[in-house]
């Protein structure tokens, strides 16, 4: 017998070993195994098994990595897909699908030892009085960590190791599984009657993981879903997680398993909460697995193995728990679908929420796509039947949509002689919120005291010596960072001009930490939080800094993104977005999605309970399209009037985008070498009808971390015919030295 196996090296190549007679039986697709590549010893996957190779002299695995298969052929078919689809090596897409906690050889488990008392077998022997009062310690509590022991009992390990060998105790080392959860405690919560629009959609899931078509047209489209992929268009509010609880209980019933994936870390924690609390007792009870990367390496170990054994049917996290071994796969949810988040920007460059689309056709389960902004590519995929759409377009218990007001900062400037960081109406809006004992979360989407160190006099700008960017300022550190590559360095005192010198170089742009501080002194009483990439460095910041807040010991909560979705706080009524046009003039298509997007998503924040919610968007162009659709929670008005400029341009959902960046430290080199695969690019239009040829052109961000890079968009309807062409490129494609090309299918970042 022979295995095929892929190694941890990206050479493209699969490679055929012999099962040696004393691994027969222990080698199955899915194995981990070492085995000899040259003079070195490599780990791989065995993705074939045959009774013979077409090669001579093959080599013999040298041995198996565990005592089970790691990856299970069903997600071995995913990388495949991955790696075909996404244009990267197959080891790669490979490697992806395994944390690392779990590919490494030697064994992750922790191990502690334990002592007992055995049942005694004849006399009492005689003890002196020091083993007697261990000894008393160990019986009355019948089993201890032996560390624990040696620490109450202060004895040493040769008074115990007596006590063992007169057969009065054993000690034995035993697996000791790492929670990051076992602190918690969890109080168990029953199903919710749901209102009328829950109740039609969760008939349509759960129809439909019944393997029946769904009843459901489109109200766009005549035609039936190619796929069993629900896009459940649900408002901020309107109840969406316990649909999801609902249809994960139905699968279940039926013996399956489920996945769900959040976009952001800061969500993990009551997401999990929710779901622990309803699964941890009843006849489904079962473990809620979570995935994510601030778990620490035998945290990620010893979840990992919880699924791979059975014993937690539900995995919660970010986008790389898509891969979890779960088995048999019932249900996908991807909730909030429309987050960047879920994209990889390092190779294998996946889309979570595509490849869950995949693995749910793979695999037999359905796929439910979640958000109140839903993607242009999900709600365009409703529209030509590909997708099944369910609305949810009201909150629950007839809860109103919190009233956004739009607030015009030209006016306030102009009255204020400057660009102030609150509008009046803001401001007062916050003072009533702290009378009455209500919560309010500001919203900024950058972290920082200030964006940009500038001399008035002369002009500098304080940038990156590495990347195109200005420094931001840090006052609570007192350095200037790049947000890039992270380059420190300290505040001058004056402009490092040798010919200005002028000593009122000033601070321009606002962050975070300055909003943080200017609420403190226009708020002296309240209590102010700040969650932002700078604050949240330890794992359970965010559940700590979010528990607060859902306690009250927080009256204002400043932040970026990370607070803008997904979060639900009854008390917060009063929802602030410092500058909401801040990113509409970034260069990017989408643009003006993410920004509606985002302010939907932060204005939803506010009116989860018993009060009306109140928005204040602060804005310089507030008549812009993405501005005034999000006032008015106007998703199908904002998509319609989008689609226009796209399908004119070619741009998704009308068409798909692969984006080439080759960078290098000589620019000079890199520009030449994106004109030469330009030209290779053209001979590809037989093969690819449809493509368009952008570029090539310096990226947004030309230079990041030392690196100058050029960009090549090819826009096409047939990406997988164009994946196939560009992997044929990039086999053959001669490159000079310091230069590389990475290639991104579906790109959601085109900086």
């Known amino acids: 017998m022979i295995a095929r196996v892929s190694l941890e090296i990206a050479l493209r190549k699969e490679f055929d070993y012999l099962i040696p007679t004393e691994l027969a039986g222990q080698i199955d697709v899915g194995s981990r195994v070492q085995v000899p590549?040259?003079?070195?010893?490599?780990?791989?996957?065995?993705?074939?098994?045959?009774?013979?190779?077409?090669?001579?002299?093959?080599?013999?695995?040298?041995?198996?990595?565990?005592?089970?298969?790691?990856?299970?052929?069903?997600?071995?078919?995913?990388?495949?897909?991955?790696?075909?689809?996404?244009?990267?090596?197959?080891?790669?897409?490979?490697?992806?699908?395994?944390?690392?906690?779990?590919?490494?050889?030697?064994?992750?488990?922790?191990?502690?030892?334990?002592?007992?008392?055995?049942?005694?077998i004849g006399e009492f022997p005689k003890l002196t009085a020091r083993q007697q009062e261990v000894w008393h310690i160990i019986e009355e509590r019948r089993e201890m960590l032996l560390p624990e022991l040696l620490k109450v009992s202060k004895a040493t390990i040769s008074v115990v190791r007596k006590l063992e060998d007169l057969k009065l105790v054993e000690i034995t080392s035993e697996i000791s599984e790492r929670d990051p959860y076992a602190k918690e405690t969890i109080l168990a919560s029953q199903p919710i009657v749901l209102n009328p629009t829950q109740a039609v959609a969760l008939k349509e899931i759960k129809t439909a993981m019944d393997g029946q078509k769904p009843e459901t047209r489109n109200p766009t489209s005549d035609l039936r879903p190619l796929t069993s992929t629900f896009l459940l268009h649900g408002v901020t509010g309107s109840g969406k997680t316990e649909i999801y609880l609902q249809a994960i209980a139905h699968a279940l019933e039926q013996g399956k398993g489920a996945i769900v994936l959040v976009p952001e870390i800061s969500l993990t924690p009551q997401t999990v909460e929710r779901f622990k609390a309803r699964f941890s007792s009843g006849k489904l009870q079962t473990l809620v697995a979570v995935l994510h990367s601030h778990l620490s390496a035998g945290e990620r170990h010893d979840e990992w193995h919880k699924i791979r054994d059975g014993r937690a049917r539900i995995v919660i996290g970010a986008r790389s728990a898509i891969f979890a071994p779960v088995e048999p796969l019932g249900l996908v949810i991807v909730d909030e679908e429309h987050e960047s988040t879920y994209k990889q920007e390092e190779s294998p460059r996946y889309h979570a929420r595509d490849v869950a689309v995949m693995r749910g056709q793979m695999e037999g389960a359905v796929v439910v796509l979640g958000s109140a902004t839903p993607s242009m590519e999900s709600f365009y995929n409703c529209q030509r039947g590909k997708f099944t759409l369910l609305n949810l377009l009201e909150r629950v218990d007839n809860q109103k949509m919190p009233h956004v007001r739009v607030v015009d900062m030209r006016q306030a400037m102009f009255k204020e002689k400057g660009p102030p960081l609150f509008s009046p109406q803001l401001k007062e809006a916050i003072h009533k919120r702290l009378d009455r004992g209500e919560q309010t979360i500001l919203f900024l989407n950058r972290r920082g005291y200030s964006t940009s160190l500038q001399c008035p006099k002369c002009g500098y700008v304080a940038n990156c010596p590495n990347c195109s960017v200005s420094l931001t300022y840090h006052r609570i550190e007192q350095k200037l960072s790049c947000h890039i590559c992270g380059h420190n360095e300290k505040v001058p005192s004056v402009c490092p001009e040798p010919k200005c010198k002028n000593p009122a170089i000033r601070f321009a742009g606002t962050g975070t930490q300055k909003v943080e501080e200017v609420l403190a002194k226009l708020f002296p009483k309240a209590r102010i939080k700040r969650m932002d990439a700078d604050t949240m460095k330890r794992k359970d910041d965010y559940r700590h800094v979010l528990g607060d807040f859902r306690a009250g010991k927080i009256?204002?909560?400043?932040?970026?993104?990370?607070?803008?979705?997904?979060?639900?706080?009854?008390?917060?009524?009063?929802?602030?977005?410092?500058?909401?046009?801040?990113?509409?003039?970034?260069?990017?298509?989408?643009?003006?999605e993410r920004t509606f997007q985002l302010l939907t998503q932060v204005a939803g924040r506010?009116?989860?309970?018993?009060?009306?919610?109140?928005?204040?968007?602060?804005?310089?162009?507030?008549?812009?399209?993405?501005i005034q659709y999000a006032r008015r929670h106007d998703f199908v008005g904002f998509y319609e009037q989008e689609t226009e400029f796209r399908a004119q341009l070619k741009y998704p959902p009308f068409a798909r985008v692969a984006l080439l960046t080759l960078k290098g430290r000589n620019e000079d080199k890199v520009k030449f070498s994106a004109e030469h695969l330009k030209r290779e690019l053209e001979k590809t239009a037989a093969e690819v009808k449809d493509l368009i040829v952008s570029g090539p052109s310096p990226a947004p961000l030309l230079r990041a971390e030392n690196f100058y890079r050029y960009q090549i968009m090819l826009r096409t309807r047939a990406m997988s015919r164009l994946s196939q062409a560009l992997a044929k490129i990039t086999a053959t494609l001669t490159l000079p030295d310091e230069v590389t090309l990475a290639v991104d299918i579906d790109p959601v970042n085109l900086s």
């Open 37 to 120: 590549f040259g003079p070195r010893k490599i780990l791989g996957v065995v993705t074939a098994v045959a009774e013979e190779s077409g090669h001579a002299n093959l080599k013999p695995i040298l041995k198996v990595i565990g005592s089970q298969t790691l990856v299970t052929p069903k997600v071995l078919k995913l990388a495949r897909w991955i790696g075909e689809y996404y244009c990267c090596a197959p080891e790669t897409a490979l490697k992806s699908v395994l944390p690392e906690a779990v590919r490494k050889e030697k064994e992750g488990w922790k191990k502690e030892r334990l002592i007992r008392v055995l049942q005694l």
């Open 555 to 592: 009256d204002i909560l400043v932040g970026t993104q990370m607070i803008a979705k997904g979060l639900h706080f009854p008390n917060v009524t009063l929802v602030g977005i410092i500058y909401a046009d801040s990113a509409l003039h970034q260069p990017d298509f989408r643009a003006g």
């Open 606 to 626: 506010a009116g989860r309970g018993d009060v009306e919610g109140e928005v204040f968007v602060q804005a310089f162009t507030p008549f812009h399209p993405a």
